[in-house]
Structures are given as structure tokens and as C-alpha cells.
């Protein structure tokens, strides 16, 4: 069963913050790696976050030190706690998974839309 629905999107002010959950099925949860994406209209998909089995996390340049991944392996919940926001963090963010032996990340949510003004 995959299950992976995000939350917690919304509008704030530049500079403000915001905290996005995923909860997972508790297969889905399992997965090698799972991550946050970005996309913007217009624009490519961003990886924005990654985290893998042994909960060893990445960022990417663009949001490193104002982004962090965390996990909660009692809720199978990934969260992206997202601070010092700015307009071009704008985006559908959308939690990914990717199972052991898929190649890829096969399993997405619906996404939760984040819009800085």
C-alpha cells in the first residue's frame, strides 16, 4: 500500500517560516531514500531535501541553512522545516519515496502548494 500525503503549505511573508509534513504508509516509509521536491511553474523539478534509510540527510545548496529535513520514525512522517523563507522559494512541494530495487523515486504525493510574497 503507498500512501504519501503532504502538509502544512501555505502563504507567508518573506522571511517567515513554515514546517511541511509527509506521512507514509508504513511500507512506503521504508523506503531507501525519500525526499522533498520543488517544482515551480515553469520550471524544472528541484530536489530540494534527501534522506536515506540510515537517516543521513542532504539539502541542496540553494536552502542549506535555512531548510532542514527531519524524520519521525514513530509517525512515519518526513518533515521539511523551512525558515528565513524568500519569494523564490515559491513552489508545489511534493514528498517522494523511493523503494529498495526501484531505480528511482516511483512514489509521490499530491503536494502542498508554498507561496512567499
Known amino acids: 500500500h503507498v500512501q504519501l500525503v503532504e502538509s502544512g503549505g501555505g502563504s507567508v511573508q518573506a522571511g517567515g517560516s513554515l514546517t511541511l509534513s509527509c506521512t507514509a504508509s508504513?511500507?512506503?516509509?521504508?523506503?531507501?531514500?525519500m525526499a522533498w521536491f520543488r517544482q515551480a511553474p515553469g520550471s524544472q523539478r528541484e530536489t530540494v531535501a534527501t534522506?536515506?534509510?540510515?537517516?543521513?540527510?542532504k539539502v541542496a545548496g540553494s536552502v542549506k541553512g535555512r531548510f532542514t529535513l527531519s524524520k519521525d520514525n514513530a509517525k512515519h512522517t518526513l518533515y521539511l522545516q523551512m525558515n528565513s523563507l524568500k519569494p523564490e522559494d515559491t513552489a508545489m512541494y511534493y514528498c517522494?519515496?523511493?523503494?529498495?530495487?526501484?531505480?528511482?523515486?516511483?512514489?509521490w504525493g499530491q503536494g502542498t502548494q508554498v507561496t512567499v510574497s
Open positions: 517522494a519515496a523511493e523503494p529498495y530495487c526501484s531505480g528511482g523515486y516511483v512514489n
Open positions: 534522506v536515506d534509510s540510515n537517516g543521513v540527510t
Open positions: 508504513e511500507s512506503t516509509y521504508r523506503s531507501i531514500y
